[in-house]
């Protein structure tokens, strides 16, 4: 479960890459286990230790199983507020870290299937944030793609990351 090599090289194959984000799902729970530890986790709200939480359908929300305690876990992220099928931002971030000349929205169209507006957005963002995110280290293991300036409309709930490697903020 822990998994906190410092390694950035991307070690995964395409193959190995949709085997372990197969769907919207595993994305997600790869994200709330970055940044809360899993979906069992002590309630912020009720206070319930190792309250389970469970997806709300339709919805990238899961919620307490006590108290309905909502946790959003992309709140604060590039992936906050996207329509965008989760895995299809996965994998662009690995066509990222693992193509050291650069991905071109043209590429990103091509590989993602989306139209090219939306390859175009999701490069701008995954670009972007470049610099300060370790998207080798999101898919390794840790999660640093957070985005500061887009926290306005983050559904209540929403926590900071619980340790950030780089204070980028
Ligand atoms: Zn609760």
Not at 101 to 123: D, M, N
Not at 132 to 140: H, I, Q, S, W
Request: charged share 20%; net charge positive.
């Amino acid at each position: 479960m822990e998994r906190n090599s410092p390694s950035a090289s991307p070690a995964l194959s395409v193959r190995e890459f949709f085997a372990r984000f197969p769907n919207e799902q595993a994305c997600l729970e790869h994200i709330m286990a970055l940044r809360f530890g899993g979906t069992k986790l002590d309630c912020p709200s009720c206070g319930a230790v190792k309250s389970e939480f469970h997806k709300l359908r339709d919805r990238r929300v899961y919620a307490c199983s006590h108290c309905l305690f909502q946790i959003a876990p992309t709140a604060n992220t590039i992936l906050q507020d996207t329509r965008t099928p989760l895995v299809s931002w996965f994998f662009a971030m690995y066509l990222f870290c693992t193509t050291r000349h650069g991905v071109s929205g043209k590429e990103l169209q091509r590989q993602l299937g989306v139209t090219y507006k939306t390859a175009w957005r999701i490069g701008q963002q995954i670009r972007k944030l470049s610099g300060e995110a370790d998207f080798a280290g999101l898919l390794r293991g840790h999660i640093s793609a957070t985005n500061p300036s887009s926290g306005v409309g983050a559904p209540k709930g929403a926590i900071p990351p619980r340790a950030r490697p780089s204070s980028a903020a």
